[in-house]
């Protein structure tokens, strides 16, 4: 079993769709949660950063953590066509090593 | 930013390949990550001022340097056909491991 699992997707919705990615984890010793997303032939790049259980939002998009069922989301309002990406999911243990979910391609239709 | 060379490259199995990337000026950490087709990265290793200080779950025939001019290299010798992967270079300086920045990668094929 995978430390990080995270549904391959692919997600096609409209455009002006709510998406919510999710993804599951049995470390309990991740301690940093990040959301990254990743555009064809290019390197991921950051998206989100929380380190406690709760909700953060920027912009368009909130990242949701609950620690105690070890699972976490990515929520984007407002879905653009420029939203279609690989969105990976990654999380931090104390040795400050990135463990990464298997990442959800996600498609936005105009 | 960061940059990685070259943007693609095609080897037979059992052969020797040097990657290369160019990290962002004054990053003293850089992390090397292979990514199989429609999987997510996997940490291979960590270099910090020239000495590895981290490994993933990577065989030794996977070995890196890193040099004082802000440059490093990812080394595969006896190449395997599972060896076919993206390889993301990562570089942060200090902090944490979700300050760093990534590469475009290399495209490695292994016939």
């Known amino acids: 079993q995978k430390e990080v699992e995270q549904d391959p997707g692919p997600l096609s919705v409209p455009e002006g769709a709510i998406v919510s990615l999710n993804c599951t984890y049995s470390n309990s010793a991740f301690q940093y949660f990040m959301w990254y997303r990743q555009y064809s032939r290019k390197g991921p790049e950051l998206l989100m950063y929380?380190?406690?259980?709760g909700n953060k939002e920027d912009g368009r998009f909130t990242a949701q953590v609950d620690k105690s069922s070890k699972y976490i989301s990515l929520f984007i309002r407002d879905s653009q066509p420029s939203d279609s990406a690989t969105y990976l999911c990654a999380m931090i243990n104390a040795g400050n090593m990135l463990t990464f979910g298997g990442g959800t391609r996600l498609m936005v239709k105009p | 930013g960061v940059t990685q060379s070259p943007t693609h490259l095609i080897k037979t199995r059992g052969q020797q390949v040097t990657l290369r990337c160019s990290s962002q000026s004054g990053h003293n950490t850089v992390s090397w990550y292979q990514q199989a087709l429609g999987q997510g990265p996997q940490f291979i290793f960590q270099y910090y001022r020239e000495e590895e200080n981290g490994r993933g779950n990577f065989p030794p025939r996977f070995s890196g340097l890193q040099f004082p001019n802000d440059s490093s290299e990812l080394n595969v010798n006896a190449l395997e056909l599972d060896d076919s992967a993206l390889y993301l270079c990562?570089?942060?300086?200090?902090?944490?491991?979700?300050?760093?920045?990534f590469g475009p990668g290399t495209r490695l094929t292994v016939l």
């Open positions: 929380t380190y406690s259980s």
């Open positions: 990562a570089s942060r300086s200090g902090g944490g491991a979700d300050t760093q920045y």
